[in-house]
């Protein structure tokens, strides 16, 4: 479960890899990223023509210190990268682990402490001529502890071009962010309704697993009130979340986010991504199972 | 029956989202919280003092990069000059608690804004956060503006262009100074609320 932190909390295993990289600064041009160090790394030790290329942004943060997660909540900003490709490479949008929450006095914002890698997979051409390819990006983020600084770096590597690759000496991180990257999974059924105050997320987990607590990050811009908790209440096999409406919010037809969930069989995070009913939330089961 | 205990178990939970403090928002379309606040001279203003008149406000924390974009470039100073010269109120609320980043007393906030060349109606010193959080201001900056009657009419960033570059306000829509534009001239606001960007309010914990 990602618990609700407030900046300066937590230690944890990263917490001394980050106090021990806390000093160096990032080799970045522009604003100062005074507190975070930006590289970038890559899953295998060579770019194999054909084959994809996963990639990574890995964000290591002095303790106490946060970035933003793709809806940063109630402020923050997003961390950004702009690619610099060798010509036939095509890079796919950043991969984004499920966030935790920071909670400064009302406002909550959704981000990463400690260290994330966020991950991109590369499409690779089948011909490449060159014997060693270069791998760049400008990544654009705010790090913010109580107060907020713009931090830049320009981060780049080299691989070489082989037939065969192999796991690199940053495999692990991948390793890591995919634990915490959420998944599309069919076996978890969605719906959501609207309701006077808010939305009403029906989840409808696989056979025998049982909701402790939940939370959604909401994609979907300016539809939820971040700060409101959201209440989950049990109807047999099915759970409501109560999700509480920005009030000034925009409307939409769709709810999409990341349902993060704490079962008997440890956190799991699940993609959701579906039409808003107008009508009110239907309690029967039955009637919602499709064939 | 246990249809029914559900049942009452949703409406106890709704009541209790409700009945949250937090969920004291200013809304659009409806009348804007009133409030008092002293501002930097140890003035006292009330909204309704401002009655028949256009109000903007503005949250304003001026260590926060955000802040430092509109105001290191001129263009909050500008927004400010121009509409305070054709009638329109603008108040910039301090909501940073004491001791909490871009907290200010009267005589900072007089210095900050002659060294910038601020041209607000007053700066109003929020230090409780009372004000911030009845209008839910989460940002720096969040604006708003209230039209003549006070009702809400605009809730939100002050453009679309969520960034601390200054490079990107040229090319950006200034959601704030088109509201102003529009409820100035008897129009009703085309974009009424958008998302507020920025930092945290630094509230008390």
Not at chain 1, 268 to 282: H, L, M, N, S, Y
Not at chain 2, 76 to 87: D, F, H, N, P
């Amino acid at each position: 479960m990602s618990p609700v932190v407030r900046p300066g909390g937590l230690l944890s295993a990263f917490a001394g890899l980050a106090l021990a990289l806390g000093a160096t600064r990032a080799s970045a041009e522009g604003p100062p990223g005074r507190h975070v160090k930006a590289s970038l790394v890559a899953e295998t030790d060579a770019v194999r023509p054909g084959q994809p290329l996963v990639v990574g942004i890995r964000l290591e943060m002095e303790k106490g210190w946060h970035t933003y997660w793709r809806n940063p909540g109630d402020s923050g900003l997003p961390t950004r990268a702009k690619w610099a490709l060798p010509e036939g490479f095509a890079v796919g949008e950043l991969r984004w682990p499920y966030p935790v929450r920071f909670r400064t006095g009302p406002l909550v914002s959704y981000g990463y402490e400690h260290e994330v890698l966020l991950p991109a997979e590369i499409g690779v051409p089948a011909a490449i001529a060159e014997r060693e390819v270069r791998i760049a990006a400008r990544v654009d983020w705010l790090e913010c502890q109580e107060a907020c600084l713009p931090g830049r770096a320009d981060v780049s590597l080299r691989l070489p071009v082989k037939a065969l690759a192999s796991p690199g000496p940053q495999a692990v991180l991948f390793a890591e962010a995919r634990r915490r990257l959420p998944g599309k999974d069919p076996g978890w059924r969605f719906s959501a309704s609207s309701a006077p105050t808010g939305l009403i997320l029906v989840v409808r987990p696989p056979r025998g697993t049982a909701l402790r607590e939940a939370y959604f990050y909401a994609v979907t811009p300016r539809l939820l009130d971040y700060a409101q908790p959201q209440p989950l209440v049990r109807e047999g096999a099915a759970h409501r979340l109560h999700l509480p409406r920005d009030p000034n919010g925009a409307p939409s037809e769709r709810l999409a986010g990341v349902l993060v969930a704490e079962t008997g069989s440890g956190t799991v995070a699940v993609e959701a991504d579906v039409k808003i009913a107008t009508g009110p939330a239907r309690t029967s089961l039955k009637q919602e199972r499709k064939p | 029956m246990r249809r029914l205990a559900f049942v009452l178990v949703v409406i106890a939970v709704f009541a209790a989202v409700v009945a949250a403090p937090a969920a004291a928002a200013a809304v659009v379309g409806q009348p804007a919280p009133a409030f008092t606040l002293t501002d930097s001279h140890g003035k006292p203003h009330s909204l309704a003092d401002f009655k028949g008149k256009v109000v903007v406000l503005e949250w304003w924390n001026f260590e926060c990069p955000f802040v430092g974009k509109h105001y290191g470039s001129g263009n909050m100073q500008k927004l400010q000059k121009e509409w305070t010269a054709k009638g329109v109120v603008w108040l910039t609320v301090s909501s940073s608690a004491p001791g909490k980043q871009g907290h200010v007393d009267g005589a900072k906030a007089n210095a900050l804004m002659k060294e910038k060349g601020g041209a607000s109606t007053a700066v109003l010193l929020d230090h409780d956060g009372k004000v911030g959080k009845a209008y839910g201001a989460k940002t720096t900056p969040h604006m708003f503006v209230i039209d003549t009657k006070g009702a809400l009419v605009y809730a939100g960033g002050i453009d679309d262009k969520p960034s601390t570059d200054q490079a990107d306000i040229a090319a950006a829509k200034n959601y704030v100074a088109a509201a102003i534009a529009e409820v100035t001239a008897g129009k009703p606001v085309t974009t009424a609320t958008s998302q507020p960007y920025g930092c945290g309010v630094k509230y008390a914990e």
